[in-house]
Nanobody, 124 residues
Framework: QVQLDESGGGLVQAGDSLRLSCAAS????????LAWFRQAPGKEREFVAA????????MYADSVKGRFTISRDNAKNTLWLQMSVLKPEDTAVYYC?????????????????WGRGTQVTVSS
């Protein structure tokens, strides 16, 4: 199993940048494909970005492509989400998630392990 703990959220203005971190515990961190999801009030949890266990494959939601970058360091057991040109519609609780398997996925039900989330609020 892997335990996930997000940090780095906060209140920013539109156009600002923010970097989220997800610290993982467990000796097999580098065997998991990882992802970021987000959930705004009253909305379903939605996919943001995913990265393979090797870090060489990534996938992004269209809404964040070109603005967000997902990355990981297996030696540090850490996943990041660099967010730039933030918009009010990016406001949500951001969750990191982990899954085993050979492929990355944007489907939330593929992910068995979740952090508790970190709040990102973007003011206009």
């Amino acid at each position: 199993q892997v335990q996930l703990d997000e940090s780095g959220g906060g209140l920013v203005q539109a156009g600002d940048s923010l970097r989220l971190s997800c610290a993982a515990s467990g000796r097999t961190f580098n065997s998991y494909n990882l992802a970021w999801f987000r959930q705004a009030p009253g909305k379903e949890r939605e996919f943001v970005a995913a990265i393979s266990w090797t870090g060489d494959r990534t996938m992004y939601a269209d809404s964040v492509k070109g603005r967000f970058t997902i990355s990981r360091d297996n030696a540090k057991n850490t996943l990041w989400l660099q967010m730039s040109v933030l918009k009010p519609e990016d406001t949500a609780v951001y969750y990191c998630a982990a899954r085993t398997g050979a492929t990355i996925s944007g489907w939330k039900f593929d992910y068995a392990f979740w952090g508790r989330g970190t709040q990102v609020t973007v003011s206009s």
